[in-house]
Structures are given as C-alpha cells and as structure tokens.
Nanobody, 133 residues
C-alpha cells in the first residue's frame, strides 16, 4: 500500500522560506513521478512542481525561480524548498505519486493540473503553509 506523509509546513512572514518533506513507503520509489500540489481556501487544487524518475524538475510559472523540488531515492523522500514566500503561497500542500507516469507526465502535473485529470495513485494528508504579509 502506497503511503505518503508530508511535513515541514508552518507559518512564516512574507519573504521567508520553508522546506517541505514527503516520506514515501509501500512501493518502488524510483519508478514514478512525484509531485507537489497545493490548494488554497476556495480554490481548486493546482500543480506546483513535479520531478520524474530521472530527477528532471518541472514548475508552475507562479513558483518558478523560488521553489526547488528534489528527491532522495535512498531515503524515499521528496522535498520542496520554498523561498521568497508570499501570502499568495498560503495553501495546504500535498505530495502525490503517479506510479506509471509516461514521459512528459510530470511536467503536465506541475504546469497543467487543476484538480482533475492525470492518474495519481496516492496522496499525502497535506501540510499547511501560511504566509503573512
């Protein structure tokens, strides 16, 4: 059974930084696309960043240059480093996995996902990020 557990959320002031972590278990970690998604109150869930099995990252335009996604295959952990945070980044952040992602899927999740579509196999419970001005 696939299990994803996020951590690292919290409250920061505008301009601050956070690093989110997602611990994965229950499947072969390095045969997938992993991604970070977020959902702000009253808004649809959206893709933030994805990373494929080769370590190639993709980012939504809104976070490009500020967020960095990475993965540690040895530790089965996904990370999201978030710098220059703004109140618009306030949301519940989720990690998710697509265990059989064809080429290009990770980029699609990061840039095109808005709550539907794709074939994500597992979601974490989310970690809350609050950015105050």
């Amino acid at each position: 059974q696939v299990r994803l557990v996020e951590s690292g959320g919290g409250s920061v002031q505008s301009g601050g930084s956070l690093r989110l972590s997602c611990a994965a278990s229950g499947y072969t970690y390095n045969t997938d696309c992993m991604g970070w998604f977020r959902q702000a109150p009253g808004k649809e869930r959206e893709g933030v960043a994805g990373i494929d099995i080769n370590g190639t990252p993709s980012y939504a335009d809104s976070v490009k240059g500020r967020f960095t996604i990475s993965r540690d295959n040895a530790e089965n952990t996904l990370y999201l480093r978030m710098n220059a945070l703004s109140p618009e980044d306030t949301a519940m952040y989720y990690c998710a996995a697509d265990l059989s992602a064809p080429p290009g899927t990770c980029a699609w999740y990061a840039t095109q996902y808005h709550g539907t579509g794709g074939a994500l196999d597992a979601w974490g419970q989310g970690t809350l990020v609050i950015v105050s001005s």
